[in-house]
């Protein structure tokens, strides 16, 4: 029987390992150093902020593994022999394979900083990172006296960074963000969204350093972390550095093989690697030919879920492209969700316009990107509103102009019942801004669905 | 990162937790003062002639004119004297003579009246020490909250660190707490006659009679409730279908449960609930309360009425259009108390497949044990007969009130709300429930809706449903939740950190989608007997 071996338990080498189950009855072993369940690594600020324990992060019960007939190996994988299909584990125990699928994930971007590796500089992404968090921190709701953190600095202003911040917060840490660019999360948000962030992130009393960047972390007499400079010479107190600037592919242990690695493990369109039999997929694989619109490596959960779906495909026999249709994406800034489909931009491109409307309190936004000729849809953010992803997907395969969606808006609510919904405002702020008498659809049960 | 105003509120906090603590030991406390002394004429005026006659020579040695300190020790000599009589009664087998009035009420009746403590004496002064003082210092403990929370939003902090509400000794002590207090009210309320006519005031005022063990409990309840229904205001406060929920299960609970029963009494009508529905209103069909409906006009006919109407069409329609959550938590009052005091327990309740299994067999069968008692019930009304196969009709309503009306919906239905969560009975045991359950997955509109692919599989809406639902198992799959179980709360959508989940109430078709395509694989088809 075909043995598929799959290196990583994170969302994408689960969903491939779950679909392969749910398609064949080849042996499968899932490897990892991390967990010996999968457990769900967005999750991982919870666990710190005491909303749940780990056993409530493993979306699946322990005994489905086994129900399941997927082996569970809690090892480190050392190194791969390509050529005799096996792979060496920590403890010497050999795994031979016929398909391989290597989803081994990220690590924290480390820029060379000097101490970079000190005690008390630390990234998060992993299960460890969380209990070196736990060492590195005090407990929760210990008292004023016990507390061995004050402030805390974070570089990168990002999703994990804005994460970390909210997390120190429940143990009382003071929060320093240095964020190299003029707003939050520059590289993704355009001006308005990121200058809404930066008023709710401060309004939790998180200190922002804007076009900041760390030169150097420095020791104080116990050796851990106690001060760092910029790199325009200040100088700023912490015994917490959480370095947040993004992630890269996890593939220290692949280097110098038979295997071709640019910044990530490079894959075709079929998620296979120039091995044969060797696939893929999740935060450590890399596009040769990116999808249009999309960057070559994407470390997102929805990503590595589909490409684990896909990937499962091939190895069952019915060989699919990956092809992950329209983006979206999902986040939380503190207590404003986020939620974007199809494509928007930090910066316009010259054939795009947009439409901004912003509630009154400064808490809600929706940003409408849409072609300046054709009015043609293309892509949009909202802050603070829920809106339908089915619909919305439904919607930019239909190529629906920008006023169409403005006017059916209601439908593609999604916000809770009862909430008051922003649909009159917005629609007002669209026909003021672009001289339009566009009205207000009701909302019918029949589209939003799809019925006939 | 304290700011001052920070520090003054925390201040508060604690100062009305103390005032709270010194409100729960009086409480407590007041249990235990005394005397109470009483002799035969009183003793005779409260009793019947037969049990006078029967219980007399022993209350002459053991009771009449002896001086007891607290009133448990009363109540234990009535007891036994009660019992000694029955015991005697039996065994002689002269069954005129045994006594039928359940022990716990004859004795409550003579320790409240031979009650000569410093409470019988000034009830306003206790009744302020104790649920004034409480309601002061459990509000100065919430309030604080609207800043210590921080700003509006989903704060969950500390929930499975902190030892009250992750099974740690406070947890535990809560638990016991809860527990003997419900051992008491349902027992042993001849033991708490002090708690009992501390709300003699209120009761005088609503219904121009003295206070029972269940006047107490309704009073509480409607107190517990308000506090906690503003601590869940508080903690909601972004969120509209909780802060309409949570007016909605206080106003159903203080209107409906307590301030119309209790006005319906002091105007000599039946005492009724016309939100309580059978068979949670597991005595609806009993032969003394179909007798004072039937003999109390028009209002009676109409209560009669209004109650089977509700049974057999109002349960089955509005499920249909709103799903089960119309009455298990926006009207109902196990669901209020659980929805405001059970607030921070939720988590506490098991997700595993195993206590689903469990939960199915369990509710299933308390239904079947309710629609069995009832039909024996209704076979005695209009046969006569008092037994069905043998068994007394009376034994198996007896059995049913003791196992599931007391022990299953009060003691562990509330009392072990820190260890298992807060929704224990109307998960496991409630056959209401059951009922609003099988119309609610088989036919009914509502659903929660996954939204797309959005899951991100972190376990927010499984550890938060208080029914044990293991909601992700659904969102993580796109599949839409329709369960027997949910009781709509909306707590899952409400701590989703990515907007995936939503309570509807939409067309039938579509409202099940087993075989779900997550969005955004284009030309991925799975097959379609596809499980697991």
């Known amino acids: 029987m075909k043995h598929v071996l799959i290196i990583g338990n994170g969302i994408s080498g689960i969903t491939a390992a779950r679909h392969i189950r749910k398609q064949s009855d080849f042996r499968i072993t899932v490897v990892s150093e991390e967990t010996k369940h999968f457990f769900s690594r967005t999750a991982l600020m919870y666990i710190y902020m005491g909303h749940m324990g780990y056993e409530q992060t493993k979306p699946y019960e322990d005994d489905f593994w086994a129900e399941n007939r997927i082996d569970l190996v809690h090892d480190r994988i050392e190194g791969v022999d390509f050529n005799k299909k096996v792979a060496h584990t920590q403890s010497g125990v050999p795994l031979a394979y016929d398909a391989l699928i290597l989803a081994t994930g990220s690590k924290p971007n480390k820029f060379g900083w000097k101490g970079q590796d000190l005690p008390g500089v630390q990234g998060l992404y992993s299960f460890q990172d969380l209990e070196l968090l736990e060492e590195n921190t005090h407990p929760p709701l210990c008292s004023p006296k016990e507390r061995k953190v004050k402030q805390a600095i974070i570089v990168g202003g990002g999703l994990i960074g804005v994460e970390l911040a909210e997390m120190l917060l429940t143990r009382n840490i003071e929060v320093h963000f240095l964020i190299r660019e003029d707003r939050f999360w520059g590289g993704v948000l355009p001006k308005e969204e990121g200058e809404l962030i930066r008023r709710h992130i401060e309004s939790h009393h998180v200190k922002l350093h804007f076009n900041t960047e760390l030169d150097e972390a420095i020791p104080g007499e116990d050796g851990r972390v106690h001060q760092i400079r910029t790199k325009d010479g200040r100088l700023m107190d912490c015994q917490l550095l959480g370095l947040t600037a993004g992630v890269s592919p996890n593939v220290e242990f692949l280097k110098n093989t038979e295997l071709a690695l640019n910044r990530g493990i490079l894959v075709n369109e079929y998620l296979e690697t120039n091995i044969p039999d060797v696939y893929a997929l999740g935060d450590c694989a890399e596009m040769k030919t990116a999808i249009s619109g999309r960057r070559p490596i994407e470390q997102v959960w929805y990503t590595g879920r589909m490409m684990g779906e896909t990937v499962a495909q091939s190895i069952c026999g019915e060989r699919i492209a990956y092809s992950p249709g329209h983006w979206f994406n999902s986040a939380k800034f503190f207590d404003i969700e986020y939620q974007t489909y199809g494509r928007v931009n930090a910066e316009l491109a010259p054939e795009e316009e947009h439409f901004y409307w912003e509630n009154i309190a400064g808490d809600k936004c929706l940003k409408m990107v849409f072609d300046k000729e054709t009015k043609r849809f293309i892509g949009l953010n909202v802050f603070g509103i829920r809106l339908r992803h089915e619909l919305l997907d439904q919607w930019l395969n239909e190529e629906r102009d920008v006023e169409f969606i403005i006017s059916n808006l209601k439908n593609a609510n999604f916000d809770p019942e009862l909430f008051k919904g922003d649909e009159k405002a917005i629609i007002q702020a669209y026909n003021k801004e672009f001289n339009a008498q566009l009205e207000l659809k009701k909302k019918r049960w029949k589209q939003i669905f799809a019925l006939k | ?532």
């Open chain 2, 1 to 532: 990162m304290e700011t001052n105003f920070r520090i003054e509120m925390k201040a508060i906090k604690y100062i009305g937790g103390v005032i709270f603590g010194l409100a729960l030991l009086i409480f407590i406390l007041s249990a235990m003062l005394g005397p109470f002394t009483t002799n035969q004429q009183e003793v005779q005026a409260l009793l019947s002639e037969k049990q006078f006659a029967q219980l007399d020579s022993y209350f002459q040695e053991e009771l009449y004119d002896r001086d007891f300190q607290f009133g448990f020790q009363m109540a234990a000599v009535i007891r036994t004297g009660y019992e000694n009589t029955n015991r005697w009664a039996k065994k002689e087998a002269r069954w005129d003579d045994v006594l039928f009035e359940r022990k716990m009420d004859l004795s409550s009746k003579i320790v409240r009246g031979a009650n000569k403590s410093a409470v019988q004496e000034d009830k306003g002064l206790f009744l302020f020490l104790t649920f004034g003082l409480g309601i002061i210092g459990s509000l100065m403990w919430v309030l604080p909250n609207v800043i210590l929370l921080g700003k509006k939003g989903i704060k969950n902090n500390h929930y499975f660190q902190q030892s009250s509400t992750n099974r740690g000794w406070i947890g535990w002590l809560v638990f016991a707490c809860l527990v003997s207090f419900y051992i008491l009210l349902y027992f042993f309320p001849d033991f708490i006659t002090n708690w009992i006519i501390v709300t003699d005031p209120l009761s005088m005022a609503l219904n121009r009679g003295a206070a029972s063990q269940w006047f107490l409990y309704g009073f509480l309840y409607c107190v517990v409730m308000s506090v906690m229904g503003v601590r869940m205001f508080i903690k909601y406060r972004h969120n509209r279908y909780q802060m309409f929920r949570t007016s909605s299960v206080l106003f159903f609970q203080i209107c409906f449960a307590f301030l119309i029963p209790e006005i319906l009494v002091r105007f000599n009508q039946p005492y009724y609930d016309f939100k309580n529905i059978w068979p949670l209103d597991y005595d609806f069909f009993f032969q003394w309360n179909l007798d004072a409906m039937l003999s109390n006009g028009t209002l009676g006919l109409f209560m009669l009425v209004w109650g089977i109407v509700l049974i057999l069409v109002g349960v089955p329609v509005m499920v249909y259009f709103f799903g089960k959550r119309w009455y298990c938590s926006w009207v109902c009052g196990c669901g209020g108390l659980a929805e405001t005091l059970g607030d921070p327990y939720r988590h506490l309740s098991d997700k595993s497949v195993k206590s689903w299994k469990i939960e199915r067999y369990l509710i299933h069968s308390v239904l079947v044990f309710a629609l069995v008692m009832t039909g024996v019930t209704l076979y005695t009304f209009f046969s006569g007969d008092q037994e069905v196969l043998g068994v007394q009709t009376q034994d198996v309503q007896s059995a049913y009130g003791f196992m599931i009306g007391s022990v299953f919906a009060g003691v562990i239905g509330t009392g072990f709300y820190p260890v298992m969560g807060n929704r224990v009975w109307c998960r496991f045991g409630c056959p209401l429930a059951a009922y609003l359950g099988l119309v609610q997955r088989f036919k009914s509109r509502f659903r929660i809706t996954t939204n797309g692919a959005q899951c991100i599989s972190c376990g927010n809406c499984s550890t938060y449903c208080e029914m044990g639902i293991d909601v992700r198992w659904y969102a993580q799959r796109g599949q839409n939740i329709v369960r027997s179980s949910c009781v709509g709360c909306g707590v899952c959508s409400a701590v989703c950190p990515r907007g995936v989940l939503k309570l509807e109430n939409g067309p039938e078709e579509g409202r099940i989608n087993d075989n779900p395509i997550l969005i955004g694989k284009k030309g991925i088809q799975l097959s379609k007997n596809v499980t697991s």
